[in-house]
């Protein structure tokens, strides 16, 4: 009769579901040991599971869905891996410039103002400047993707000139993907600036809450 009455649904269907179902039903048996184990009560129970499994499933796919292809902004611009990509960025940059003015073939860069600065070319070869993640975002792909905006400054924390790429970094191997804009050393300032009050506005609400 069970067979009968569920003729009309589709062949396909029982084939991806017929697993679930009979853990269902020996779920159903199993909870209701003492009650008549009929058709209706087993189709019952099973239209009640696969509702919940439904459901369950669409809840999930947003949230899966949501983790491919966006950009997330970094939460932590000190973080040792960021820093890292920002180095590796500073040294391509000199090196790709270096090799352009010889003539030689190499990934383009953008005519960056400060890189015509002598001073400031003398410092990026000796590698006589630190580094400063001012802001960016990371993208989850098969590694990573860092969009970051780059501050170079010298021994005494002075601007040497700032700049966008993005750097992607498949499993610690890491390239350049894009160099971005030239910033203006007073908006990199601007934005360490926005950072250092964010992070004190934060330190305050730690010890008011703490308190």
């Not at 400054?153 to 002075?158: C, L, Q, Y």
């Not at 360490?192 to 809450?209: H, I, K, L, S």
């Amino acid at each position: 009769r069970c067979h009968q009455d569920e003729s009309h649904v589709d062949a396909s269907f029982h084939k991806k579901t017929s697993h679930l179902a009979g853990t269902a039903v020996v779920l159903f048996i199993c909870l209701n040991p003492f009650h008549s184990v009929d058709a209706m009560n087993i189709r019952s129970f099973l239209s009640s599971t696969f509702v919940a499994v439904a459901v369950g499933m669409a809840k999930l796919q947003p949230v899966e869905a949501g983790l491919a292809g966006a950009f997330g902004a970094i939460s932590d611009l000190e973080d040792a891996e960021v820093v890292e990509c920002a180095q590796y960025a500073v040294v391509q940059l000199y090196s790709v410039s270096a090799l352009e003015t010889t003539g030689s073939k190499g990934d383009s860069v953008p005519p960056y103002s400060f890189l015509q600065h002598a001073g400031t070319a003398d410092l990026l070869k000796a590698q006589q400047y630190t580094v400063r993640v001012v802001e960016g975002s990371q993208q989850v792909v098969a590694g990573m993707n860092y969009r970051i905006t780059v501050m170079m400054t010298d021994d005494v924390g002075a601007c040497l000139g700032s700049f966008r790429v993005i750097i992607y970094d498949h499993f610690g191997e890491k390239s350049v993907t894009m160099w971005g804009e030239e910033v203006s050393c007073d908006l990199a300032l601007e934005l360490v600036a926005e950072e250092t009050d964010g992070d004190d506005e934060d330190d305050n609400q730690d010890g008011g809450d703490n308190n």
